[in-house]
């Protein structure tokens, strides 16, 4: 199993720009979650999902928005990227609840806006 | 809102010592309470979960104990190797209401082994 892949690695926006950021699990996991990671504020929840069609903002959502077509795949749309969204980015997904499993966490997608 | 405290920010020891991680969360009603490790440039591995209703999870020479009550979480390391330089985030998953919500992280402690 690869476990959460997430692609890219490294991303340089400009602002205004859009991306997409991919993830994507091979461990048939019913949650999947977008973090970010800033210092001196450590992992805050932006998006996550429950389920394939189901999905729901977490503490940051603004600026992203998330889809859940299949089981496998959450990708994390940025619309019009700002340099307040220069961050590391984790995908996480789960077993079941979240609430009774671990976390497993892609290695992160580090997005500069300049 | 949920906050989730961790002290200190920054240890070093010497290898071979055991050690002890604490988290603090403001909030007790929570489903479960995670440790996780982030190596540079990484992802998050779990280490331990503790379900609300448990007091303490081991995993080899790691041992979590939850105080639900008291908002306390330790992490012990026994025999510290200088592999276990990373850092150590602890979070916590609350009751919203309409079930649980994401997790709260704590920002950390960054752990050196010194060899």
């Known amino acids: 199993n690869a476990g959460v892949t997430q692609t890219p690695k490294f991303q340089v926006l400009k602002t205004g720009q859009s991306m997409t950021l991919q993830c994507a699990q091979d461990?048939?996991?019913?949650?999947m979650s977008w973090y970010r990671q800033d210092p001196g504020m450590g992992l805050r929840l932006i998006h996550y999902?429950?389920?394939?069609?189901?999905?729901d903002q977490g503490e940051v959502p603004n600026g992203y928005n998330v889809s859940r077509s299949t089981t496998e795949d959450f990708p994390l749309r940025l619309l019009s990227a700002a340099p307040s969204q220069t961050s590391v980015y984790f995908c996480?997904?789960?077993?079941?609840?979240?609430?009774?499993?671990?976390?497993?966490f892609g290695n992160g997608t580090r997005l500069t806006v300049t | 809102k949920q906050e989730v405290t961790q002290i200190p920010a920054a240890l070093s020891v010497p290898e071979g010592e055991n050690l002890v991680l604490n988290c603090s969360f403001t909030?007790?009603?929570?489903?479960?309470l995670q440790w996780f490790r982030q190596d540079p440039g990484k992802g998050l591995t779990s280490l331990l979960l503790?379900?609300?209703?448990?007091r303490e999870q081991t995993s080899g020479r790691l041992n979590a104990s939850l105080d639900k009550s008291s908002g306390r979480s330790t992490l012990y390391i026994a025999a510290s190797q200088p592999g276990d330089s990373a850092t150590y985030l602890c979070?916590?998953?609350?009751?919203?209401?309409?079930?649980?919500?994401?997790?709260?992280f704590g920002k950390g402690t960054h752990l050196i082994i010194q060899p």
């Open positions: 979070a916590v998953i609350e009751y919203s209401g309409g079930g649980a919500d994401g997790l709260t």
């Open positions: 996480a997904s789960s077993y079941g609840s979240h609430a009774n499993s671990p976390l497993h």
């Open positions: 999902s429950v389920g394939a069609g189901i999905t």
């Open positions: 461990m048939n996991h019913e949650y």
């Open positions: 503790i379900q609300s209703s448990q």
């Open positions: 909030d007790s009603a929570i489903y479960n």
